[in-house]
């Protein structure tokens, strides 16, 4: 299995910081990592796909990079909005599986 | 807009089998998509489970795979998931969701995802 890693954890900031966090896989898999945006009581909605691309109606300010084995997220612009937990997901070879997620968090 | 809508007992006793139903509106699972059914344990850990295509094409996770049934109903256009002998490691929040690619199966992500359906295995 291909093991996914995020960190950190927690992420304490604030409205209007930019905020950058990372998944690193134990193997290379190329650019095929998804990043997802969870909000309590909801399902994970996909923000970036093919590790830099945006998802439909996702805003702007997300941006995704990285290939091989690190990726990041980024906001560029927090938003109240934003508050959320992040899990990447690789999908290299009939293969998903996800990352334990980056929970962004009020300072 | 395809949207997806979970639903399952909420309780099963261990050793049972649990069965779960996806219904899909706003599209036809008759289509070139697939269809995952994935988990998220109280310790908030995502875990893909298995995938079905109408045709019947289906694959599982090899940790779930001899307890995993899939099937898909295109005249109810619903997927239906069964995991059988259950303990309390499946208890979990279960959701359905459409792969969505542009390089074929294998190489795609989930999008969207239903809204998820939670279980509690216990006596």
């Known amino acids: 299995d291909i093991q996914m890693t995020q960190s950190p954890s927690t992420l304490s900031a604030s409205v209007g910081d930019r905020i950058t966090f990372t998944c690193r896989a134990n193997?290379?898999?190329?650019?095929?990592l998804a990043w997802y945006q969870q909000k309590p009581g909801k399902a994970p909605k996909l923000l970036i796909y093919?590790?830099?691309n945006l998802g439909r109606g996702v805003p702007s300010r997300f941006s995704g990079g990285g290939s091989g084995t690190e990726f990041t997220l980024t906001i560029s612009s927090l938003q109240p909005d934003d508050f959320a937990t992040y899990y990447c997901?690789?999908?290299?070879?009939?293969?998903?599986?996800f990352g334990q997620g980056t929970r962004v968090e009020i300072k | 807009q395809v949207q997806l809508q979970e639903s399952g007992p909420g309780l099963v006793k261990p050793s049972e089998t649990l069965s779960l139903i996806c219904d899909v509106s706003?599209?036809?699972?008759?289509?070139?998509?697939?269809w995952s059914w994935i988990r998220q344990t109280p310790g908030k850990t995502l875990e893909w489970i298995a995938y079905?295509?109408?045709?019947?094409?289906?694959n599982s996770n090899p940790s779930l795979k001899s307890r995993v049934t899939l099937s898909a109903d295109t005249s109810k256009n619903q997927l239906s998931l069964k995991l059988s002998a259950v303990t309390a490691a499946d208890t979990a929040i279960y959701y359905c969701?459409?792969?969505?690619?542009?390089?074929?199966?294998?190489?795609?992500?989930?999008?969207?995802w239903g809204q998820g359906t939670p279980v509690i295995v216990s006596s």
């Open positions: 079905i295509h109408h045709s019947g094409d289906s």
């Open positions: 193997q290379n898999i190329n650019n095929w």
């Open positions: 706003g599209g036809s699972i008759r289509t070139d998509y697939y």
């Open positions: 093919d590790a830099s």
């Open positions: 997901q690789q999908y290299d070879s009939y293969s998903w599986t």
């Open positions: 969701a459409r792969h969505d690619t542009s390089h074929g199966l294998g190489k795609d992500w989930f999008d969207p």
